[in-house]
């Protein structure tokens, strides 16, 4: 999401930066003007992340979603009448030039305002340097004090652009070519890279006997040895050439063009299959025998009490993640019965009774894993499929390679979650290959390749609830509010969203990792569509809670979905159900418009 031009000039920056420590590790340093340039081209602020320990408030950028660019100057005055900032500069600016200054009452047009004119005691000028004061047109006010920074540098935005532009900055792959050119038969051309990739091309023109003006070995040279912007320079060429021939100009260039189209494919298909070659997967095998029937009806709950609401409402399938998005403290905490078990590692007991009361209802239990985990905490999911065992529960839920290849170790059954993106027949292919019951469909596929995708093998679908669309290891609550660069847990005092400019609300949930876990703004419903779903080959159907305002609405919507799929399988009818009926603020999702 950033410019070629901010790509070109940091990649250019870091690269010397490398090569000039590998050189010389004790005397690496950073130049004033490497600084300044990678200040230039955007920032709101550094930060060396999670490098050095946890930053905490210190992250994140919340005062400007802007580039900050740096500073250029500072505000002398201002005048009303002619609507010109007088500044001294600290830094040069010149005509086409971006400025912000600072605590301005600032107007749209004066946002990232491009510097047009200028003028010093002498009059208009195109540019000026450190020191000099100045006059910009300005139709915002500024107080006296304020700092100019300047967001935009014309000229290196325009080096840099010439440079990637015209290919100035990319790394050449050297290769040699051996041009055979002979009356009477096509040209022939090999080009060779120095990782043995060679490719071999001739002519379709018939090289002609000279009469008059034989083509020159430096002309034959010139053609073939032009690679532009190829990946390719010409390292070596060597030219076996009988008599004088005359061959055109075109057609050597056309001999080249498809020597270098070649190499370039033959390198790209060589990289796949080398980066393929472990992948145990064989796509197309048709449709595949379906869980059942029936399509399930599966619900991603997070406590006791929702658990029993989706059991009471008809789910299947019961996907459980206790204490996942509840407070720290509250994790392991047994309701009603005096003691506070605020161990994070001790919450076998409810695992055990969600279980329990899974089997009682005669319903299958997986268990919830993380979306993210590093290795320091495998030995919290390590846990988590003991008690797959332990219990009795019919499996786990994953969400990661990593965490998939554990439970296959295992021997645990597993399904594999949405955010594996399962988007093709190849991913399902391989994952089912690979041990897993069913894969949960990535949620931006529309309907109909929902379609395509199912007839490959058992896949699930989410049809109602907040989808999480990001998971943030900074803790955005504990940023903003923690006291001292301590987190004193403010997410346990009250509820927190992120308001957009629509005035749209975006729930935050903090997990007992301390990330962040964003929701949508608003819930997924498929409540209407039911019938469509379930003729696209899906062997699942699920609830996804996150967000939910308590059992109650976990039991109601679990109701309508059940009676829905029912209706369906028995009669091919509607249930007539409508998201309205179920509340506000629904979306369709991708379902019938894809990512746009």
């Known amino acids: 999401m950033k410019r070629p031009e901010y790509v070109a000039g940091v990649v250019r920056i870091y690269h010397r930066l490398i090569d000039r420590y590998l050189k010389d590790p004790a005397g690496y340093s950073v130049s004033e003007e490497e600084q300044e340039t990678l200040t230039q081209l955007f920032n709101r602020g550094f930060t060396t992340g999670y490098f050095f320990g946890n930053p905490r408030g210190k992250l994140m950028s919340r005062e400007n979603p802007h580039n900050r660019g740096i500073p250029a100057g500072t505000v002398i005055s201002y005048d009303r009448r ?20 600072e605590n301005a009452e600032t107007r749209p047009e004066d946002k990232g305002k491009i510097i047009s004119s200028m003028y010093t005691q002498k009059g208009p000028v195109y540019s000026a340097e450190k020191g000099e004061i100045i006059e910009i047109p300005f139709d915002s006010r ?17 080096s840099l652009k010439k440079e990637s532009e015209f290919g100035a900055m990319r790394p050449k792959l050297p290769v040699s070519l051996t041009a055979t050119i002979t009356p009477g038969k096509p040209a022939r051309l090999e080009v060779k890279d120095r990782d043995s990739n060679t490719v071999t091309v001739e002519s379709e023109y018939t090289v002609e006997k000279a009469e008059k003006s034989p083509t020159s070995r430096a002309q034959i040279e010139k053609q073939l040895t032009k ?84 059991l009471a409402g008809g789910a299947d399938y019961i996907y459980f993640g206790e204490g996942l998005f509840r407070k720290p403290e509250e994790i392991g905490r047994e309701k009603g019965s005096g003691k506070e078990e605020t161990s994070l590692k001790s919450p076998d007991s409810i695992f055990e009774r969600a279980v329990l009361k899974t089997r009682a209802a005669s319903r299958k239990i997986y268990f919830n894993t993380p979306k993210i985990v590093k290795d320091s905490e495998m ?86 609830g907040r989808l999480e669309l990001m998971v943030s290891e900074h803790c955005l609550t504990g940023g903003l509010f923690g006291k001292g660069g301590q987190c004193n847990t403010p997410c346990a005092s009250g509820n927190f969203k992120l308001v957009d400019e ?36 899906v062997s699942s159907l699920r609830i996804e809670t996150l967000g939910m305002n308590g059992a109650e609405e976990i039991r109601r919507i679990t109701e309508k979905y059940r009676k829905a799929i029912d209706v369906y399988c028995k009669s091919g009818g509607s249930a007539k159900e409508k998201c309205e009926n179920v509340g506000k603020g629904f979306t369709t999702g991708h379902y019938f418009r894809g990512v746009q």
């Not at 500024?142 to 325009?158: E, F, I, N, Q």
């Not at 033959?266 to 095998?285: C, D, M, T, V, Y």
């Open 502 to 537: 629509k005035n749209y609300e975006f729930p935050l949930l903090m997990d007992s990792q301390c990330r962040t876990h964003l929701l949508n703004s608003k819930s997924l419903c498929m409540l209407e569509y039911i019938p469509e779903i379930i003729e696209s080959g």
């Open 379 to 464: 030995e919290y999911v390590e846990e988590t499929l003991s008690r797959v065992s332990n219990y009795g529960a019919n499996g786990v839920l994953v969400s990661n390679l990593g965490t998939f290849n554990l439970a296959k170790e295992k021997g645990i059954p597993c399904i594999a979650d949405s955010p594996l993106n399962t988007y093709n027949s190849y991913t399902l292919s391989m994952l089912l290959q690979n041990g897993t019951k069913m894969a949960v469909i990535s949620p931006e596929l529309t309907l109909e390749e929902l379609k395509e995708v199912a007839s490959y093998g058992p896949v699930e679908c989410i049809v109602h």
């Open 227 to 310: 690679l532009g912007n190829t990946l390719f320079e010409a390292d070596e060429i060597s030219l076996n050439i009988k008599e004088d021939i005359f061959i055109p100009v075109g057609q050597l260039n056309d001999l080249r063009t498809k020597a270098i189209s070649q190499l370039e494919n033959l390198r790209i298909l060589k990289w796949k299959r080398e980066h393929a070659g472990n992948l145990q997967f064989s796509p197309g095998r048709g449709k595949l025998q379906k869980l059942s029937e029936k399509p399930l009806l599966s619900v991603s709950v997070y406590s006791l009490e929702g658990l029993e609401a989706a």
């Open 82 to 101: 002619t609507k010109r900032l007088r500044v001294k500069l600290s830094n040069s600016l010149r005509l086409g030039d971006g400025i912000m200054v």
């Open 142 to 158: 500024a107080p006296s004090g304020s700092t100019v920074y300047r967001t935009h540098d014309k000229k290196l935005m325009d």
